[in-house]
C-alpha cells in the first residue's frame, strides 16, 4: 500500500490518554520503536513521502510525545514513538519515557505490527534487544528495519545485516534493510502495510 495521504492526529503525553484517543478510529495501528537518534521519524517521513510529517532532528532525544498519523484517510494509523536510551536524559525523563513507550505498547489494542529500528552500522545494544524480548513477551508481531543504510558500502551491508541478524537472533531476510535518504527498503514497508491494513481472512 503506498501511501497517499498522510496526517498528524494529535500527540499523547500519558498512556493513560490513549485509550480515549484510539475510540476516535477503527483501524490497525502500526508504530516505531527504537534508540534515540536512530531515525524513527525520518523513517516515518520516508514511507509517507512527507519530508516534514514527523518532527527530526540531529539532537536526539528530539520526539518526546507519542504522536499518531492517519495515513490514507483512515487505512491505517501509524504512531511515531519517543526513543530509548538517550545518555543525556535525566534519570527521570528515561523513566518517564519508557513508561511512555511500555505503556503505550501494552495498552494499544489497535496495534497489529511494530517497526524496530536499529542503525545498520552498529551492533544492536542491549535496550535493543531487551525491546525485542518486550514484543515476544506481548506477542507483537514486529519487523526489524537495520536503518541509515545509506551510509555504508553494498558490501558492508551485507556484513552489517549478517551482524544484526545474527545478534537479534533472526534470519537475514528478517532484516529490511533501509535509508531514509535514499528511500531503499521502502517497497518492503509498504508491502507489509497491505498485509496489516488489509488481513486476509
Ligand atoms: N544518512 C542518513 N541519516 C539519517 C537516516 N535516518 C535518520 N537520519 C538522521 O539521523 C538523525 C536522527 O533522525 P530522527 O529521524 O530524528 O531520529 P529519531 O529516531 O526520530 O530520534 P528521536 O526522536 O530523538 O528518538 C537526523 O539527523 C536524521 O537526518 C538515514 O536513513 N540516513
Ligand atoms: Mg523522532
Same mark, same amino acid.
Given at each position: 500500500?503506498k ?11 500519558s ?5 480515549e484517543?484510539s ?5 490497525p ?6 534508540r534515540?537518534?536512530? #531515525? ?7 514511507v509517507?513521502?512527507?519530508k ?13 510525545l ?6 490514507? /484517510?483512515?487505512?491505517?494509523v ?5 526513543g530509548?536510551g ?28 511494530? @517497526?524496530?529500528?536499529v542503525?545498520? /552500522? ?6 535493543d ?8 513477551a ?17 558490501a ?16 537475514? $531476510? $528478517?532484516?529490511?534493510? @533501509?535509508?531514509?535518504?535514499? #528511500?531503499?527498503?521502502?517497497e ?11 488481513p486476509?481472512?
Open positions: 500500500m501511501i497517499v495521504s498522510a496526517e498528524f492526529m494529535t500527540s499523547i503525553a498512556p493513560d490518554k490513549y485509550g484517543v475510540l476516535r478510529y477503527d483501524c495501528e502500526v508504530c516505531v520503536v527504537g534515540s537518534n536512530v #531515525g524513527k521519524s525520518t523513517f516515518i517521513n520516508r509517507t513521502g512527507r516534514k510529517l514527523a518532527k527530526a532532528s540531529v539532537t536526539p532525544g528530539r520526539t518526546r507519542v504522536n499518531l498519523f492517519n495515513l490514507n /484517510r483512515g487505512a491505517l501509524l504512531v511515531d514513538l519517543p530509548y538517550y545518555a543525556a536524559a535525566s534519570k527521570s525523563e528515561k523513566s518517564g519515557w519508557s513508561k511512555l513507550i511500555e505503556g503505550y505498547l501494552h495498552t494499544s489494542k489497535k496495534l497489529k505490527h511494530v @517497526f524496530a529500528l542503525d545498520i /552500522r552498529h551492533e544492536p545494544s542491549v535496550l534487544k531487551q525491546m525485542l524480548q518486550y514484543l515476544y506481548y506477542g507483537l508481531p514486529f519487523t526489524v528495519v537495520a536503518t541509515k543504510a545509506d551510509k555504508l558500502s553494498k558492508q551491508i551485507g556484513r552489517a545485516v549478517q551482524t544484526v541478524a545474527t545478534a537479534l537472533t533472526l534470519g537475514r $531476510d $528478517d532484516v529490511v534493510v @533501509f535509508s531514509g535518504v535514499t #528511500g531503499e527498503g521502502k518492503k514497508i509498504e508491502a507489509l502495510f497491505d498485509t496489516i491494513a488489509a486476509s481472512v
